[in-house]
């Protein structure tokens, strides 16, 4: 299982304390792309100090999976989606596809800290430090299209069968993580998660399909993106003119 301390480990080596501007409350209400049950409002609020140790105690176990801490984030954090109040059905964040779940994420880190982050950071070229703000909407644009995000992948095997893939939740990825001990065993219950068939065991289905088969239908999983494209930031270092890039990956921008 992957460690929440180790994701942040290289951005923490360049990036000093994060200082949160101050700036006129955001807007709490977000759109999602699929949303659950065609409700596609959001509201979400800040987080607070007791969010914060409810998940430092989570991540201190050292076996929590990246599926499962934002599960518990957003499970705290997500007030309402349309008419379904969280607090009485927090489940309903696992049935989110993994890109509206990002949405809500960069939402939570809006409210907390407003639009702009701005970041102490070391410049590799000439070793001095400076500010590098970090815009939440236009530095993490939003991919893809609500007609994709709701739409059925489909995907032709080599024996000429059609297969209907629906995108990957919440769930699926805390499932897959729990379960599977190697990539070979992720592929395998993803496919068998995801795929729209009728089958008796649908984990041995996909055990039984060719190798090229799997490799196409997660590679068609893999190909739709939606929500919020996270990557690499970059600012030119004021003392020495050179571009500083840094990677931020989303614990990184909840916590520096």
Do not use: H
């Amino acid at each position: 299982m992957t460690n929440l301390a180790d994701s942040a480990s290289t951005i923490n080596a360049v990036i000093q304390d994060p200082i949160p501007q101050i700036e006129e409350a955001p807007d709490l209400a977000v759109t999602l792309m699929r949303g659950f049950n065609g409700e596609k409002t959001a509201i979400v609020r800040e987080m607070t100090g007791a969010d914060e140790e409810y998940l430092a105690s989570l991540e201190s176990r050292g076996t929590m999976s990246y599926p499962d801490y934002i599960s518990a984030l957003l499970k705290r954090t997500v007030e309402s989606i349309g008419k379904y109040e969280v607090g009485s059905k927090p489940d309903i964040v696992d049935e989110l596809i993994i890109g509206d779940r990002d949405i809500l994420f960069i939402a939570v880190v809006k409210a907390t800290y407003g639009k702009k982050r701005r970041y102490t950071v070391t410049c590799p070229f000439c070793n001095k430090d400076n500010d590098l703000y970090v815009d939440m909407d236009d530095d993490f644009p939003i991919q893809g299209t609500a007609e994709e995000a709701e739409s059925a992948i489909t995907v032709t095997l080599k024996n000429g069968k059609e297969v209907s893939l629906r995108l990957p939740t919440g769930g699926d990825a805390k499932y897959v993580n729990k379960k599977a001990k190697t990539i070979a065993e992720q592929n395998t219950l993803m496919i068998s998660r995801c795929a729209q068939i009728s089958e008796p065991n649908k984990e041995q289905w996909a055990r039984n399909l060719t190798v090229g088969d799997r490799s196409t239908l997660i590679n068609a999983l893999l190909s739709v993106k939606i929500g919020p494209k996270s990557g690499e930031v970059n600012d030119p270092c004021p003392s020495c003119g050179e571009q500083i890039v840094i990677g931020l990956d989303w614990v990184s921008l909840l916590f520096g």
